[in-house]
């Protein structure tokens, strides 16, 4: 593909004549060249855990003729629903997702008989989530698996890294979804300018 030649790379990106991308990132702390392959390496890092986690999930729901969200969305439901249940909206702030795809996946859980839902008798406008007999039974029958998959996940964490590392995740998180609104910002202002 031919390159751009509204945009000439920077006189700093070549050596003779081998291509080198400037940075993609411009923070202090990955500045000097040794930190910036650090950086790279850390990013791989991050979408190889993704992967394996993604592929994991996937693997384990399939077997069970459910999707890698729907599992999520069952052993999360589980986890926080106690007697009274969890609302659709208190899932998705506690998942990072949007109410509609828990409602469109919880639809779905309700359907294989896994899932009740039923409005919250306090606010009819809210409907509240409830594993059935036949969800607590799946989240028993992945248990195990699970227990295998985590303890060599996460073996070597102890009480003095669990706590950076937590916070870390924490803010990682956060940041991104700041990252992600300024992506989508700047790609709808490249589509508008297209037209």
């Known amino acids: ?23 993609s990132v411009t923070l202090p702390l990955f500045r000097a060249p040794e930190d910036y392959r650090r950086f790279r390496r850390m990013l791989f890092n991050i979408f190889a855990l993704k992967d394996r986690l993604s592929g994991t999930m996937r693997d384990l729901a399939r077997t069970f003729d459910l999707t890698a969200p729907q599992h999520t969305i069952l052993s999360a439901v589980a986890d926080l629903a106690g007697r009274d249940g969890i609302s659709v909206m208190a899932l998705a702030d506690y998942m990072r997702v949007s109410s509609p795809f828990i409602a469109a996946q919880t639809k779905s859980l309700s359907e294989k008989g896994l899932l009740l839902k039923e409005p919250d ?40 890294n669990l706590a950076v590392f937590e916070a870390v995740l924490q803010s990682l998180v956060s940041d991104a979804e700041v990252s992600d609104a300024a992506v989508q910002a700047i790609l709808a202002k490249r589509r508008k300018a297209r037209r």
């Open 1 to 23: 593909m031919p390159r751009s030649k509204r945009h000439p790379p920077s006189p700093h990106s070549r050596a003779g004549d081998i291509y080198r991308p400037r940075p």
């Open 121 to 160: 008798p306090n606010d009819r406008r809210h409907t509240l989530l409830r594993l059935t007999d036949a969800g607590e039974d799946y989240v028993e029958a992945v248990i195990d698996i699970l227990q295998a998959a985590n303890d060599l996940l996460f073996r070597s964490l102890n009480r003095d």
